[in-house]
C-alpha cells in the first residue's frame, strides 16, 4: 500500500519540516496492522516526495482468535496489503498526526501555507467507479487524474478491476489534503477494518470540517464513512445540516424549517464564500471585518487567505463566536497569527467604533434576518459611519426559490429570514443605500444561473466613490434600477430614513476573543 505526497515549491525539502520527517532518513512506525515506512525518494530545492509504505500482515489480523472461530480463508487471503483503504487512514494519523492536526514544531507558519501538492496513490479501491472518485474530490478542488488497473495483466480477457491509480493535485496547505485523504479513501473503498460507534461520527465530524457540510456528496460520504449504520448516519447527517443551516445572527438550528436543506445540494455556502473572497481580492482589500460572522466559516477562509493581514468577526451571538474560535482554533495559533484575527460581539444595527478601519466590510446572508424597520439602522451602521473602502452583501434571491424541490409556494429558506427579496428589490434597496452613502454598486449572480430565474444566490459589491481605487481597477458601478415594492420598501425601512435612526448609538459587548 503505497501513498506519495510531492510539491514542488522551493525550497521542496520544506515538506521534511510539514511531516516531521528527515528527509535524509528512512523511518518505520509499528503499527497494529503492520509496519508503516517513510521515505523520500526524491529530496531536491525543487522537487521533493514523500513516501508512506504501509506492510500489512493479515495473518497477524486474525491471529489470537478464540479456539471455536476458525474464520474464513478470505481472512488470510485478500488485498489488504496491496491497496489503500481505512489502514491508510490510521496510517496517516498516526504517522502524520502533527501534519494532519495543522501544526508544524521546528517552522510553524509552513502548517497554513498553501502548496502545490500531488497525492498519488498507486491502487486506490473505487467502489463505483471513477466517477464516484470524481465526484468526490473535484468539489473540493482537485485536479484529477486516474488510471484503472487490470485484474490480471498476464489474462487481459478477465477485464478490468475496481482499483484505479489516482493522482490528486491542488494547491491548499498539506493538513488539508491529508483531512480529504483520511475521509474519503475508506469512502471509496466503501469499508472500515474496525469497529464503528459513536466516537467515529465525532471523528467525520472533525476531520470534515469546514468542507463536508457543503460537498454535494457528504451524504455518501457519511454513510460510507459510517459502514452503512442508519442511526450513526442520521446522527452525523442531523449535525452536518444544523451547521450548515445555522443563522449567521444567531445560530439557533431549532429555527430551520425543512426546505433549507435544499441549499446544499448545490453547495451554496460554499460558493457564496468563494465568491465573496473573489471580489475582496479584486477590490485589493488587505483588511476584513465580517459583520454577522456566524460560526466563522467564512472567517475561516479569510484567515487562511494570507492576502488578508487583519481579519475580524463581529456577531449578536456569544455561542456563535465560541464555536467560530474553536474554528479558528485560536488557542493554537502563535502569537504572529493571533494578532491578525479579532473576535468580538456586537449587532451590525448600532454604532461602533470597532467596525471601523478596515479596507473592507462583508455582510454574508445577513441582511435577511434583519427586522425590515432596522434596515435603516444598518445601513447607517456600516454605509454611513463605519464606512469601509468595500461592502460585499449578500441575499437569497426570493425568484429562484420556485427550483427548490418541495418548498411550498412563498415559503422562507430559513426559518430565521424576515424576508427574501427579487433581484428588482435587492437593487433597488443597494441603489438607495449607494446614493445615500455616496458608493456605487455592483450586482453579481452566485451559483448556477438560470436563465428565467436568475442565481439562487445575488452579491452586491459597493465601492466608496472617494476613495482610492485599488491599482487593479476598482469593481464597476452597475446602475441600479428605480425602488420597487418590496419588504423594505413597504414596511419604511429606506436607507436613510425609518425606526431605529435614534437608536443607532446602543451598547456594545465586550469582546469575546482576540
Keep these: 500500500m ?11 525539502t520544506d515538506l521534511g519540516y510539514l511531516l516531521v520527517k528527515n528527509p535524509a532518513h528512512t523511518q518505520s512506525f509499528p503499527l497494529s496492522f503492520g509496519k508503516a515506512h517513510v521515505f523520500y525518494p526524491e529530496a531536491t530545492e ?14 497477524d489480523l486474525v491471529r489470537g482468535r478464540g479456539p471455536g472461530d476458525p474464520g474464513t480463508l478470505a481472512q488470510y487471503v485478500n488485498d489488504r496489503p496491496y491497496v489503500a483503504s481505512s489502514f491508510l487512514s490510521v496510517a496517516i494519523a498516526q504517522v502524520f498526526g502533527s501534519a494532519l492536526g495543522g501544526k508544524c514544531r521546528d517552522r510553524p507558519e509552513l502548517a497554513d501555507e498553501p502548496l502545490p501538492l500531488v497525492a498519488m496513490i ?8 471513477e466517477a464516484l472518485l470524481r465526484r468526490l474530490f473535484e468539489p473540493l478542488g482537485y485536479e484529477v487524474t486516474a488510471e484503472r488497473l487490470p485484474l490480471d495483466e498476464v489474462f487481459p480477457e478477465w477485464g478490468q478491476s475496481v482499483y484505479l491509480r489516482v493522482a490528486l493535485a491542488r494547491t491548499c496547505r498539506l493538513r488539508e489534503l491529508l483531512a480529504h485523504l483520511y475521509v474519503l479513501v475508506p469512502v471509496l473503498d466503501d469499508k472500515k477494518h474496525y469497529y464503528v460507534g459513536d466516537a467515529e461520527v465525532e471523528n467525520l465530524l472533525h476531520k470534515g470540517e469546514g468542507w463536508l457540510a457543503g460537498h454535494p456528496e457528504r451524504e455518501a460520504i457519511a454513510l460510507r464513512y459510517l459502514k452503512h449504520s442508519r442511526p450513526l448516519f442520521r446522527a452525523a447527517l442531523a449535525r452536518l445540516v444544523a451547521d450548515e443551516d445555522a443563522s449567521p445572527e444567531e445560530a439557533e438550528d431549532d429555527k430551520a424549517a425543512p426546505e433549507d436543506k435544499v441549499e446544499a445540494r448545490i453547495s451554496l455556502d460554499e460558493a457564496r464564500r468563494a465568491a465573496v473572497i473573489a471580489a475582496l481580492r479584486r477590490a485589493e482589500a488587505r483588511s476584513v471585518i465580517d459583520l454577522g460572522c456566524g460560526e466563522g466559516k467564512l472567517l475561516k477562509r479569510l484567515v487562511d487567505e494570507r492576502v488578508f493581514e487583519r481579519v475580524a468577526g463581529a456577531d449578536v451571538s456569544v455561542r456563535s463566536l465560541e464555536i467560530a474560535k474553536e474554528r479558528l482554533r485560536l488557542d493554537d495559533l502563535p502569537d504572529k497569527q493571533k494578532r491578525r484575527i479579532q473576535l468580538f460581539q456586537a ?22 434576518h434583519v427586522d425590515p424597520p432596522r434596515l435603516g439602522a444598518l445601513a447607517r451602521t456600516v454605509f454611513g459611519s463605519a464606512r469601509p473602502r468595500v461592502v460585499v452583501v449578500t441575499t437569497p434571491n426570493a425568484e429562484y426559490n420556485v427550483r ?10 430559513h426559518g430565521d429570514h424576515r424576508f427574501e427579496w427579487t433581484r428588482a428589490e435587492f437593487h433597488a434597496f443597494c441603489g438607495e443605500v449607494a446614493a445615500a452613502h455616496g458608493y456605487t454598486v455592483e450586482h453579481l449572480p452566485v451559483g448556477p444561473m438560470d436563465p428565467a430565474v436568475g442565481a439562487p444566490t445575488q452579491m452586491a459589491v459597493f465601492t466608496r466613490e472617494d476613495a482610492e481605487a485599488p491599482r487593479g481597477g476598482a469593481p464597476g458601478a452597475a446602475g441600479a434600477p428605480g425602488p420597487a415594492e418590496g419588504p423594505g420598501a413597504a414596511e419604511g425601512a429606506g436607507p436613510a430614513d425609518g425606526p431605529g435612526a435614534a437608536e443607532a448609538e446602543g451598547p456594545v459587548a465586550a469582546e469575546v476573543a482576540s
Design 46 to 59: 525543487a522537487r521533493c516526495t514523500a513516501a508512506l509504505l504501509l506492510d500489512v500482515d493479515p495473518v
Design 2 to 12: 503505497l501513498l506519495t505526497l510531492t510539491t514542488t515549491r522551493p525550497p521542496a
Design 404 to 413: 427548490f424541490e418541495g418548498m411550498p409556494a412563498g415559503a422562507l429558506r
Design 122 to 129: 498507486e491502487a486506490l479501491p473505487c467502489r463505483g467507479g
Design 347 to 368: 449587532s451590525v444595527t448600532y454604532r461602533d467604533a470597532r467596525f471601523s478601519g478596515y479596507d473592507a466590510a462583508t455582510l454574508v446572508e445577513v441582511i435577511e
